[in-house]
């Protein structure tokens, strides 16, 4: 199937091939099978239906060479609880961007949580009922004609650990079908499991293009997320031109591609603290984890104006953590947000009424000022967007609000 490029909400076809060198790494040299070509063989025997990525897609190496399709457009929004619950900005932000390039996309009201919490910290569920939420929210992006794009890291690594569980065990499947049937809906697949930052990765030299600041003198330390790139590590994103390919490419790439530096610290690998088990039963252990072996690791060695991650679970410890650090002496105190918002910011978009930094802990101020953010008039113009709201005027922000500047 070849890759056809063509001109989503008016951008040039040759933009969306993205610069980057090819892995010299055989694809057929992989320690591991490729789940696309199993799907499509289940589906040739009858077993269901695969979504096919929509043109025009970005095609982006991933681990072992191979080539991993990431949809420009038409994408269907998986949303994070965590996200809506705790980082608003978050999810808000991708839709902004989306908005920003004129792309078309969906923001289902029928989606269901992926349980993926249950299903990593708690072990109360069942495998049967776990693969019917995933294969439901595939179900129902399907039938909107939209490809899944997948906000959450966790649950990204779970919809990827249930691909492979529905690849190789029939009966799941058989069970799972019949689940489904009796919701009278199809069961589908989709040809990639792709990560919203992915599309950010794959789109980030058109944001490049349209950003407003100048971020030449802002430093970032990257997290990756564990979720995103050591569960089924064969489908994350890399390139040679990134840490000679010895790290996933993600977040890293689009901070180069704005122009801001990315520097580096010893205990990038680490968790960020959360580990899903840990935030539930031994808080305290997520929270010094979080403050002495990422955030004291980064201001000693980096001294960043911000770290990025690409998580849920990763911005919330990051962030919400550091009190804990701070009333201990400890040297932390680093905004933390998503790239999305950070791209989102880089290109115009208000910090409150789009990014909501307000939800966010740690100061972040010293970094909008120094990012050229006038962050007094952005707050009193959000101000009187809630005094519009406590008369009566409007009932909440629309989108109309949003993208006024």
Excluded at 57 to 70: A, C, H, S
Excluded at 148 to 170: A, D, F, N
Aim: glycine share 6%; net charge negative; hydrophobic share 40%.
């Amino acid at each position: 199937m070849s890759t056809q490029l063509i001109s989503p909400g008016g951008i040039p076809r040759e933009a969306l091939a993205a610069p980057g060198r090819q892995f010299t790494r055989d694809p057929a040299q992989a320690p591991t099978e490729d789940l696309r070509e199993a799907a499509f063989e289940l589906e040739a025997q009858g077993e269901w239906i695969v979504q096919r990525v929509p043109e025009p897609y970005v095609e982006v190496g991933t681990k072992y060479g191979r080539l991993k399709k990431i949809p420009v457009q038409q994408t269907w929004h998986h949303k994070s609880c965590g996200q809506c619950g705790h980082i608003p900005g978050y999810s808000t932000a991708i839709f902004w961007l989306n908005r920003a390039l004129g792309l078309d996309y969906n923001d289902p009201r029928d989606q269901t949580s992926c349980t993926a919490w249950n299903y990593y910290a708690s072990a109360t569920s069942n495998v049967g009922a776990q693969a019917a939420v995933a294969m439901r929210n595939f179900s129902a992006a399907y039938e909107t004609g939209y490809y899944p794009l997948i906000h959450c890291g966790t649950s990204y690594g779970h919809y990827k650990e249930v691909r492979e569980q529905m690849i190789h065990l029939p009966e799941l499947r058989h069970q799972v079908r019949d689940i489904l049937a009796r919701l009278g809906k199809p069961l589908v697949i989709p040809e990639e499991v792709v990560h919203y930052s992915e599309w950010v990765h794959a789109m980030r030299f058109e944001f490049a293009k349209r950003k407003v600041l100048d971020l030449s003198n802002i430093t970032v330390t990257v997290h990756p997320a564990c979720h995103y790139y050591k569960l089924v590590a064969e489908d994350a994103i890399y390139d040679e031109d990134i840490y000679s390919g010895q790290r996933t490419a993600v977040v890293t790439g689009v901070v180069q591609a704005l122009g801001a530096h990315v520097a580096d610290y010893s205990t990038w690998f680490d968790c960020c603290g959360f580990g899903f088990r840990h935030i539930l039963v031994q808080r305290d252990f997520t929270r010094s984890f979080a403050t002495l072996r990422k955030i004291e690791v980064m201001k000693n060695e980096a001294n960043p104006d911000v770290v990025l991650t690409h998580d849920t679970g990763c911005v919330t410890t990051l962030d919400k953590s550091q009190f804990v650090g701070k009333a201990k002496g400890h040297n932390v105190g680093i905004p933390v947000m998503s790239e999305a918002q950070f791209v989102a910011l880089a290109m115009g978009a208000h910090p409150y009424r789009v990014c909501q930094l307000h939800w966010h802990s740690v100061d972040y101020r010293p970094l909008l000022e120094k990012m050229g953010i006038d962050w007094e008039a952005r707050w009193h113009e959000f101000e009187q967007d809630l005094r519009r709201i406590e008369k009566g005027e409007i009932q909440f922000l629309t989108w109309e609000h949003a993208d006024a500047k």
